[in-house]
């Protein structure tokens, strides 16, 4: 009897995550920590197999390596199967039609031949580069009530962002009658959350006619919705009332990491419902002899300083008389005695000297011109020496 599966997930996790400069030179956005004990794409990854989905590609492309380690057999997500499962999918090299992915469309299109081996009746598209809890299956529900070729999972924004935003103009039944992306003058709130199920035989015909054009630029927002609306394909909105956070700059990743701390509604990552799973290390208890206030502190790790409103990751050593103040660090860092840090994102595998200087205060660090809004950035593997500073809104991908 022939196996197939109803559903496949998709993820796109290719992207270069240039906005976050320094924290992905060597590694995908996907692969980034979050939250102490956490990598970005746990969250999807999570939402697959909590709602039912046990096969997903991930199509990866840039600095692909410490990613493919982290998925592994997919076994931390219970996506160690023998009938799907996860599976890396990068460019390869064949015959005709195959490239480095030029686009989120040519990316998908690139891969039908996975897609086509499970027969499915329904594909979802997913980034891999956003914080949220999702059912999917709820979608899917409402995709199949609705009868619909497509549905695009959507939320209200503030109208004064709603041009950063892909913006649905719905009827009052939720079908869709215009797509813009990113309009300078929005007609509604309502933005793509960049989440869509279609019905498998649609999205391979609109691929392979997307494909056939060489006008197009191969995305999903540009081209792909806007063919299916032209051609009068059913086309529905999926309204999303929870917490989801796009990490793709220095900021909103800042902002995610902070939102742990304080009371978002329906963002909580310690209850039992819909558990986000992780890959993290194996580590004792961290040993806390310091001072900590409103902070997330992982295993691992020796906090004999003080720290306030910040995230912790694995393995961090903060030793006597170091401050540590509306920062994340990502893991395995240690701070000398005497450092001061503010306002400050700080990759894995970096030492900070004996009294070096790390940013400056959140309130005068907001007042500094710079790419990040005055969050200081180290990358992955820095040191900085005794007596180093690194200035408000700087990033550092070397050693000083």
């Known amino acids: 009897m022939l196996r197939k599966k109803e559903c496949v997930a998709m993820l796109l996790a290719g992207g270069q995550g240039s906005r976050l400069y320094a924290l992905t030179s060597n590694i995908a956005k996907p692969a980034v920590s979050f939250g102490a004990k956490y990598r970005i794409i746990d969250f999807p990854l999570s939402n697959c197999i909590n709602s039912g989905i046990d096969t997903v590609g991930v199509l990866t492309q840039y600095q692909p390596l410490v990613l493919n380690e982290y998925i592994g057999n997919g076994q931390p997500w219970d996506l160690d199967r023998t009938f799907g499962g996860v599976h890396i999918l990068s460019p390869y090299e064949a015959k005709t039609d195959t490239s480095w992915y030029k686009g989120t469309a040519n990316a998908i299109y690139q891969n039908i031949r996975f897609m086509k081996m499970y027969d499915p009746e329904y594909v979802i598209i997913l980034s891999g580069d956003h914080i949220y809890k999702m059912?999917?299956?709820?979608?899917?529900?409402?995709?199949?009530?609705?009868?619909?070729?497509?549905?695009?999972?959507?939320?209200?924004?503030?109208?004064?962002?709603?041009s950063r935003f892909g913006i649905l103009n719905t009827n009052p039944d939720g079908t869709v009658y215009e797509f813009e992306e990113k309009p300078a003058k929005p007609k509604s709130n309502l933005a793509s959350m960049g989440i869509y199920i279609f019905t498998a035989a649609k999205l391979f015909k609109y691929l392979e006619l997307d494909e056939a054009d060489p006008k197009s630029e191969n995305d999903f927002g540009k081209n792909v919705l806007p063919a299916m609306l032209n051609a009068g394909e059913r086309m529905f909105t999926y309204r999303f009332d929870g917490y989801w956070k796009d990490v793709g700059t220095i900021t909103s990743l800042w902002e995610a990491n902070m939102d742990l701390l304080g009371v978002v509604p329906n963002f909580e990552l310690r209850d039992q419902d819909r558990v986000i799973h992780s890959r993290s290390p194996l580590a004792p208890p961290a040993y806390i002899e310091g001072e900590i206030i409103?902070?997330?502190?992982?295993?691992?790790g020796e906090?004999?300083?003080?720290?306030?409103?910040?995230?912790?990751?694995?393995d961090c050593i903060i030793e006597e008389g170091a401050?540590?103040?509306?920062?994340v660090l990502m893991g395995n860092i240690v701070v000398k005695m005497g450092a001061k840090l503010n306002y400050a994102i700080i990759d894995?595998?970096?030492?900070?000297?004996e009294n070096a200087v790390i940013?400056?205060?959140?309130?005068?660090?907001?007042?500094?011109?710079?790419?990040?809004?005055?969050?200081?950035?180290?990358?992955?593997?820095?040191?900085?020496?005794?007596?180093g500073k690194v200035p408000a809104g700087e990033i550092l991908d070397k050693s000083v």
């Open 323 to 327: 401050e540590v103040n509306d920062c």
């Open 135 to 162: 059912d999917y299956d709820k979608m899917l529900t409402a995709h199949k009530e609705a009868n619909a070729d497509c549905t695009i999972a959507c939320m209200e924004v503030p109208m004064k962002e709603a």
């Open 348 to 353: 894995e595998e970096v030492t900070i000297g």
């Open 359 to 387: 940013g400056a205060p959140r309130e005068e660090a907001l007042k500094t011109s710079s790419l990040t809004g005055g969050i200081a950035v180290l990358g992955r593997g820095v040191s900085v020496k005794k007596n």
């Open 294 to 300: 409103n902070s997330i502190v992982a295993t691992g």
């Open 303 to 314: 906090i004999e300083g003080k720290v306030v409103n910040s995230v912790i990751g694995t």
